[in-house]
């Protein structure tokens, strides 16, 4: 190479490495390298050993595998709480969340009360309020063929939870809704389209896929919150072990195995939840 002067300078040879072998900072310390697994995080390898080493003792040693056989039976109650108080949360949480961001002022207080009031009670005195005080007071009140799913007790431990966590997700659409630029409202009433119109092709589907984190956040705990149920004799997974383990006098092992399946669901809902966050993320 000529420098200043005429003069030569010999640049060293550089040896340069393939984008393929360039080592990462970002996933040097946060995930291992196995043979057949790509790049798993240190703590799901962790989870996966233990997970492993409780599945072997639970197979050799036949107590365990008895209660475990036993309180699976509670785990479709479990599920079938989960999925249907968090269906309904999901419809109250979107009407009052719309309501949070009317203009209309009683739309708006309405909403605002629910939202305020219902956060405000532990989610357990609501569940033991509406069975004592509101469920009898509806069954009495509505006719005969509707009566039914006030005396229920899986019914009223879905519509209680439903009611308390719709506060929530009030909240979490309320804020997706405002995260969205005004000008993108603005651009939809000058085509000529009406409010609802507007809301419902322009501004929602970017404000959910924007709050899906969030919402799968709030599913995940919905299903370990559906355990205070049990408080009102509904026989899911936490009142099977509260039950077996008080007539055999085996806690540790009753509440071992309940632990472990809970895990066990939250940890798989967790999945499908990271995965449908990236099949619908906004791309950025």
Same mark, same amino acid.
């Given at each position: 190479? /000529?420098?200043?002067?005429?003069?030569?300078?010999?640049?060293?040879?550089?040896?340069?490495? @393939? %984008?393929?072998?360039?080592?990462?900072?970002? *996933?040097?310390?946060?995930?291992?390298?196995? #043979?057949?697994?790509?790049?798993? %995080?240190?703590?799901?390898?962790? +989870?996966? /050993?233990?997970?492993?080493?409780?599945?072997?003792?639970?197979?050799?040693?036949?107590? !365990?595998?008895?209660?475990?056989? *036993?309180l699976s039976s509670g785990i479709a109650l479990t599920l079938y709480v989960t999925f249907f108080a968090y269906t309904l949360a999901l419809i109250f949480g979107l009407v009052a969340g719309l309501m949070r961001v009317s203009r209309n002022p009683i739309l708006y207080t309405i909403a605002t009360l629910y939202v305020e009031v219902i956060r405000g009670i532990p989610l357990l005195v609501l569940i033991l309020y509406f069975f004592f005080v509101i469920a009898p007071f509806l069954a009495n009140s509505v006719p005969d063929q509707f009566?039914?799913?006030?005396?229920?007790?899986?019914? $009223?431990?879905?519509?209680?939870? &439903?009611?308390?966590?719709?506060?929530?997700?009030?909240?979490?659409?309320?804020?997706? +809704?405002?995260?969205? %630029?005004?000008?993108?409202? $603005?651009?939809?009433? #000058?085509?000529?389209?009406?409010? @609802?119109?507007?809301?419902? !092709?322009?501004?929602?589907?970017?404000? /959910?896929?924007?709050?899906? %984190?969030?919402?799968?956040?709030?599913?995940?705990?919905?299903?370990?919150?559906?355990?205070?149920? &049990?408080?009102?004799?509904?026989?899911?997974?936490?009142?099977?072990?509260?039950?077996?383990?008080?007539?055999?006098?085996? @806690?540790?092992?009753?509440?071992? +195995?309940?632990?472990?399946?809970?895990?066990?669901?939250?940890?798989?809902? &967790?999945?499908?939840?990271? !995965?449908?966050?990236?099949? !619908?993320?906004? @791309?950025?």
């Open positions: 190479m /000529i420098g200043m002067r005429g003069k030569f300078f010999h640049m060293p040879d550089i040896e340069l490495l @393939p %984008p393929d072998n360039r080592p990462s900072r970002d *996933i040097a310390g946060k995930a291992l390298a196995l #043979s057949g697994v790509s790049n798993l %995080p240190a703590w799901a390898v962790i +989870i996966l /050993i233990a997970g492993l080493i409780a599945a072997a003792v639970i197979v050799t040693n036949a107590e !365990y595998t008895s209660i475990l056989l *036993i009566a039914f799913v006030f005396r229920d007790e899986a019914l $009223e431990g879905i519509i209680a939870l &439903s009611v308390g966590y719709g506060a929530y997700l009030a909240e979490v659409y309320r804020a997706g +809704i405002e995260s969205i %630029p005004r000008g993108q409202m $603005e651009a939809a009433r #000058s085509l000529g389209m009406s409010y @609802p119109s507007a809301m419902r !092709y322009v501004i929602l589907p970017q404000a /959910i896929r924007t709050v899906l %984190p969030p919402l799968g956040n709030d599913f995940i705990s919905l299903l370990k919150d559906s355990a205070l149920v &049990s408080a009102i004799s509904v026989k899911e997974l936490t009142l099977w072990t509260r039950q077996r383990s008080a007539n055999t006098f085996k @806690p540790l092992e009753h509440w071992t +195995i309940a632990a472990i399946l809970y895990l066990v669901m939250t940890l798989g809902l &967790s999945v499908v939840v990271r !995965y449908l966050e990236r099949r !619908y993320a906004i @791309p950025k």
